[in-house]
């Protein structure tokens, strides 16, 4: 029953009883009138039964906003306590430039079902296909499982998570602080809370992902390697990794990429705008595929140096292995 129902119903009800009062009030006979005032009674009861319903109702409704909104605001400090490892990073004008969790894009978690995504959460099943932390044991996982987490830790967290995505809240019919992303609060809470990390996302968001870049902007030739996984420093694959995760480069440099490693690769330029889902620009450079030993050149130009206006930075990958990532610092010729 709608309250569209319910308030035809109580019109009804007033209707009965207005008639009722008449009627008592016509008749002279006393056992009438107490015949009659116990039907006006009865009517009236009848009728406030469903007004504390819908209150009691709208009581729970608001209490559940409340206590989504509270999860929300416990699972950003949650979150900031266990994901430790470049979970997220801070860009200009103190923008968050990606918030992760277990190695995974948080917009990804999102497209898992409610209980996969606890299940997550609870077992610290970290992406296979990101590099594993280099303690495992800071990977946030169930106390159960020998982790930090409480079984309420678990539930903040989901509550963090899901508010990132709008449909949800609006399925689950929340508004208001309950409806919030509450990641967009993440920033104010280092900033306020925890000043260390605030600087540690600042520094990556400078460095971007891929750390400090190697200046080779002075070189008018570059080569670099593919390389297994092991043989590279920083490296964003568990397969394969790009010699320089970032390197800097200036417009006019040619550069050589060259297949060290026993399968195949390519050297594909990428939207940079979704690391998790990558967009290939073979407009920009594509080598195609390259079978170990061979090679594959490309002139950095104007247009890769323009592509990205504001930190002229451009993001390649492997198409046959798309978290094989790296990027280059454009600057302008000399």
Known sequence: MNIGQIAIGIVVLLIVVVGLLVILFSRTNAVQKTGYGSLVMLSLVSMMIPVFWIIENQNQATSQQQLQSYAINEGLKVYVKVCTDQCYAIGQEDKLLFEKYLGYNVADLNKLTDNQLKAMITSGNYNPNAPLPSNLNTIPRRDQFGGQLKAIDVDYLFALIRSADPTYAKKQGYTGDAAKNGFNGLVEYLQANAKNLYDQAVTLGK???????????????????ILPAGQVKVCTSKTACFEYANLKVKVGTKITWTNADQVAHTVTAIDSSNLSSPKALPNIFDSKTLETGKSFEWTVTQEA??????????VYYCSVHPDMQAQLTIVPAA
């Open 207 to 225: 460095n971007g992902q891929f750390g400090e870049a190697v200046d080779m902007s002075k070189e008018d030739t570059v080569k670099v390697r």
């Open 305 to 314: 140096y323009n592509l990205n206006a504001g930190s002229h930075q451009l």
